[in-house]
């Protein structure tokens, strides 16, 4: 025993030493159009196997050492949500640079600035950022960029922890379902962002509410065996009894669940006026828990409701005056926003059309392994199902501006995930019996239910480091970008514009209300020739263009651009006017100005 | 003698009578959670009359955001 010990201890620290060594080796400026994966060595990839396999281990003995599986857990985080923020110089993704942008006016104006766009009608992360690059002694929240995204990782595992001890699954499918949440979690909304911190708080709002309350076991109550009982229990669902909270019970004291509603009303409040769909998915995740006996107090989804709708109301306003069809446009409107969030991100080059498919295909396994899951487990009663579930309302209501699905999935996906390890390690008792036999696998049942995490875990994890990290060959950038952009910034006058050609550089993170930005493919058609684009950008006047890498990979990837496009976009620019700046940051970005009625 | 209560459904739906009805609903959905939580002695009466505020005073409230959507959105 001591020597399987040792085995899964010398493992992770394996794991760890060979993710230093493939960090260390990565060569940034090689990347390709597959992105992070294109920099990655077998190094990374053995030592991920190394990991998993170590996780694989801990989860089928005999006693669980729940330390040892939380390390095991970190070091996975550490390879799936780390790696990116090591190896790439600066933080991807240009919406964490205009968030940084959006807190930095915050912080010097003491106020949100109004009429400007939409996220700054839901201000409340970025002052809570600002207060925390004051205490810092900081005057701007880049510092926070690069590795925020391993930190709320990080942040998200002790919720995660709460809901899988809560949920009704054993211990071993808790484990192995944070880790396979992990190892499915390709979103990329983890970045410095309002849903970031959201999910945070989703995900804490639950955790204390499964922790909370249990459903109330009735003396002699039968195993729902026959459909008719479990129909029967499907009707109590919606009993004015459940719906008051009757059916579930606590071992708290009435001052810890005071305490706690106390908590649970500041998250709410926190998250009514910090990100537009979190509060709604949190509401729609309580109602879930209300009808399964897994919440007592009914009070606690109308404040939500109230506060969410009240902020949007009231908080919001600038957001929608005028535009009431963005909030209300979509409602219903099925096939097309299925088509805004997954037909139309179907396209572009090989590559790319690679990355999209195969992240549909994670998400549609980890969902039907949750279905097999959901089939095998005993259970008191049916939570995380409806919590997986609860999401989708979401979708049918508002698309999200094409993304609706991506939040869905990452709001169902702790559930999901769950239930997916119970598909391996079910829970067989309780008055919910499962729908599928048992499966005896005899004296060889460790080896084989060892191998089935092992390969399920190792997939997901592989296949979402290579599409998680997978649009970085234009979504991540590189220092000299960062400097084309400094210098920029250091030379322009208030009220002057920047063009670029897409959105894809490290832009936005000072002077939010004095510099504007004209984005020559507009809201995101990728449609429009470069011949166009040249014709656009030229017509835009704008002060400054900066052309970079992250911009000529993406017409390549995703628009179909041909090779040397975006040189003969400089030379149709240097005809017109433009001269370009002498470049001290390398050749990854060119930036030219409008020599002429500048 | 009038009965208006207001001077059009703008003025209804206003701001600040939205944000009163939103205040009032909290208040109370919070007292309803501490009045159960603590299991203090009331009668079943003063119990529907407290149910009965919180959903009275929560359909006011949605009814003036709805009106506030519709007259000045």
Known sequence: MHGATGATVALGLAAIALWLVAVRHAVYSHMGQLGLVSVLG??????????????????????????????????????????????????????????????????????????????????????????????????????????????????????????????????????????????????YQDYFSPQALNFLFFLVVIALVLTGWKPLQRAGAPRLERLRDRLGSWRSAIALRRLRGEDAATDWSARQVLGVLGVLALLCVASAVSHQLTPYAILLALLACLVSSRLGRPEVPAFVLCLAVGWLSLGASNFWFGHLSLIFGSIGQLGSSFGQNVSQRVTGSASHRLIVDVRILITAALFGLALLGAARRGATSRTLELLVAAPFVLFAVQNYGGEGLLRVALLSGPFAALLAASAIFPARDGPIPPMLPDVRFGRHARGVLAAAAGVALLSFAVTTTVVRGGNDAYESFSAGELAAVDYVYAHIAPNKTVGVVAPYLPIGQRDVSSVKFFVAIGGGDNAISPHRVRKILIASHATYVILNTAQLEWGEIVAGYGPGWQSSLEGALVNSGYRVVPARWGTTATVLYRAKGR | MSWEVASSFAALASAPAVLVTLVAELLLLGLRAWVVTTRLDLTRQVHLLLDGAVIALGFMFLLLVFLRFVTVG
């Open chain 1, 42 to 187: 077998k190094t990374y990839f053995i030592g991920l196997a190394l990991a998993v396999a170590a996780i694989a281990i801990e989860l089928t003995r005999v006693r669980l050492h729940e330390v040892r599986l939380l390390g095991l857990t970190v070091v996975l985080v550490v390879f799936l949500f780390g790696t990116a923020c090591a190896i790439e110089p600066v933080a991807a993704l240009t919406s964490s640079w205009v968030h940084a942008g959006y807190v930095q006016y915050v912080f010097e104006h003491g106020r949100p600035l109004e009429n400007y766009n939409a996220e700054f009608s839901w201000p409340g992360g970025f002052s809570l950022a600002a207060l925390v690059i004051g205490f810092m002694g900081q005057s701007n929240a880049l510092d926070l960029l690069r590795w925020f995204p391993l930190a709320i990782e990080l942040l998200y595992l002790a919720p995660l922890l709460a809901i899988g001890r809560a949920s009704g699954v054993n211990r071993r499918a808790q484990w192995l379902g944070i880790a396979l949440f992990y190892a499915t979690n390709w979103i």
